[in-house]
């Protein structure tokens, strides 16, 4: 149902601000850029655990980071056309990622503890 509500919210949203196409798609891609990378710092705590409260700080000070430079950059350049049109897309868009990079963590996670569940009930073990 999340998935049809975030579908039916982004066509609606292209179809509205097509007239500010080069405000949406700017706010689109910012949010995808910020969004992303911090995501990818945030997700290697994973590896090394003991470093975790940094590797979080170090992710929202790079999304924030990303956030104010392209925003100064489309502002200064004045690639867009209206600001709330940029706004609403970046914030849609941040949403829309942030969802789905939550649930396809979750996804690789129940596929390794399925994997995981297989190996020891078989009584196969692999080496570490």
Known sequence: MKKIIFSVITILLAILFTEHFHSFTVGFSLAIVAVGISYFIAYQAIRQPQYVMSYLVLAVITKLAITISGVIWVFSNNVIHSPITFLVAYTVF???IT?????????RRDRSDNQQ????H???YEQI
Request: charged content about 20%.
């Open 94 to 96: 941040s949403a829309l």
């Open 99 to 107: 969802y789905l990079a939550s649930r396809y963590r979750a996804y």
């Open 117 to 120: 569940k297989e190996i020891l």
């Open 122 to 124: 078989t009584g196969l």
